[in-house]
């Protein structure tokens, strides 16, 4: 078995602002449609964001620091860049898109290839 997922978008400019799917991906857990959609949309970009190894903190709901976590497992637990309530948008002259997932369902064999031959995923 194994999961299908939504790619959503949303793009972000100073006078407007579109959110949308963006396609369907099939995988197996959250962390492969992350890997997915950093080779996909950002050209690698989550994976070197990674690599700067730097931590971010966790709050609970008074805004106590409980934990930390690296930018990927932030990125995985809020499902995608998208969903950020702490991104800076102040560089967003001509627009940032940024991507983000949700869960739809878990698919067998047969539904992955019969919506590979209707071209919903590839």
């Known amino acids: 078995m194994s999961n299908l997922y939504k790619v ?8 407007d602002q579109r959110v949308g799917i ?16 950093d080779e996909k949309y950002n050209h690698g970009s989550w ?13 609970d ?7 930390s976590e690296s930018f990927k ?4 637990r809020i499902e995608g860049q998208m969903n950020d309530e702490d991104y800076d ?12 997932w949700e869960f739809v369902k878990e698919i067998t064999e047969d539904e992955e290839k ?3 031959s209707v071209g919903i995923i590839k």
């Not at 959503?8 to 006078?15: D, Q």
């Open 89 to 100: 948008y102040s560089d967003a002259y001509y627009g940032i898109t940024l991507y983000g």
């Open 114 to 116: 019969a919506l590979i």
């Open 22 to 37: 963006d396609s369907y991906v099939v995988a197996e857990n959250a962390e492969q449609v992350y890997s997915i959609i």
């Open 61 to 67: 709901e008074d805004w106590n620091i409980i934990g």
């Open 8 to 15: 959503l978008f949303s793009h972000t400019a100073p006078k």
């Open 73 to 76: 497992e932030k990125i995985v």
């Open 47 to 59: 994976k070197d964001r990674e690599e700067e190894n730097e931590q971010f903190d966790i709050e």
